[in-house]
């Protein structure tokens, strides 16, 4: 009788997560899917009026985290107003704002932080610009279980945040592992996305840009680890692309309708043998994927616009069974 409970108490989940999904999307019957978005080098199209320009990088960081990660993930060039970081699976007993604030202390200081366990956004300006920055806002939203090792959260942290009259929200999330949960990741989306939209607070006004970055966990759809490699051996990994679950289901309309990407000229950035940069060898191979992304959306509010100067991985970083992301993105306002 026990079995026959559980069985009928799982159907009964999963016809409301279906019932749940039908309505979120019978809220808007059009969808545009991802725009794939170029990037422009920096020195030919950053304008004099440009509003502001933003450095964002995202990072699942397997609990483990060195001084020499960090420089690399800062690196040299600091040509931006923002320094937002996201990461997941943050190593326990670890002070990243500290550690972080070290890495960018010539440049920049911390001006919001959201903490979820092992979850954890970071926003970090220019030393000499704190007198812009206002209501600065922050919420943390769960979603399923911890996954993974103990303390390894599932769901996202947010900050909106206020600088020269631009209104951004910064969303950084984990969400549900393995290649089958696609739709399970689609409803934390969701939820996560409909939690915010209700806030009667700053989460619930307009936004210039709202920008999603973290460790989304889509994989790849029926191909299997030698064919994917194979193509990323030979340097065609583009070719991978239509496989992408994330690609998939939003041009379904299931999620991220309406957000940009940048093209995914990088390899695929999970799952790496730890200390290298070689895709894992253990008896699962599993097969490579972008589980680790960074989209954004414009709110045609002012005039303002964006520019994609960048979208790429680190490959230098040899701690985490992931590469980091890093987007460079510039917002305008035009005339």
């Not at 689609?186 to 619930?204: D, W, Y």
């Not at 957000?259 to 390899?267: D, N, T, V």
């Amino acid at each position: 009788m026990g079995n026959c409970c559980s069985t009928a108490h799982n159907r009964g989940r999963s016809r409301a997560k279906k019932s749940r999904l039908e309505a979120l999307n019978m809220e808007e019957t059009s969808h545009e899917g991802i725009k794939t978005v170029g990037t422009t080098s920096c020195r030919e199209l950053i304008p004099s009026n440009s509003a502001l320009c933003m450095c964002v990088l995202t990072w699942n960081m397997n609990g483990k985290v060195s001084s020499e990660d960090l420089i690399r993930l800062v690196g040299g060039n600091r040509n931006f107003d923002l320094f937002v970081v996201g990461l997941q699976e943050v190593p326990r007993g670890n002070n990243m704002a500290q550690l972080l604030q070290e890495a960018l202390v010539d440049t920049h200081r911390l001006v919001g932080e959201a903490i979820m366990q092992s979850l954890q956004l970071f926003i970090f300006g220019l030393k000499n610009w704190r007198s812009y920055t206002k209501d600065v806002r922050v919420e943390k939203l769960a979603v399923g279980g911890l996954g993974g090792l103990i303390g390894r959260k599932k769901g996202a942290v947010a900050m909106s945040i206020n600088f020269k009259q631009v209104h951004m929200l910064f969303i950084n999330c984990h969400l549900s592992a393995h290649a089958r949960n696609v739709e399970e990741r689609n409803c934390q989306f969701q939820q996560i996305s409909h939690s915010l939209e209700k806030k009667r607070n700053a989460f619930a006004r307009p936004y210039h840009i709202k920008v999603w970055l973290g460790d989304l966990n889509y994989r790849m759809q029926g191909i299997k680890t030698q064919p994917a490699r194979s193509l990323i051996q030979k340097d065609q990994h583009r070719l991978l692309t239509s496989r992408d679950q994330l690609l998939q289901q939003a041009e379904r309309g299931q999620v991220f309708n309406g957000y940009c990407e940048g093209i995914l000229a990088f390899k695929p950035t999970y799952k790496y043998n730890i200390g290298s940069s070689d895709y894992d060898t253990s008896y699962k191979v599993r097969v490579p994927a972008w589980t680790d992304r960074i989209l954004y959306k414009i709110e045609k509010l002012d005039n303002v616009d964006a520019t994609l100067h960048s979208y790429e991985s680190l490959d230098c970083i040899y701690t985490s069974d992931h590469k980091p992301v890093k987007a460079h993105i510039c917002l305008n306002f035009e005339s």
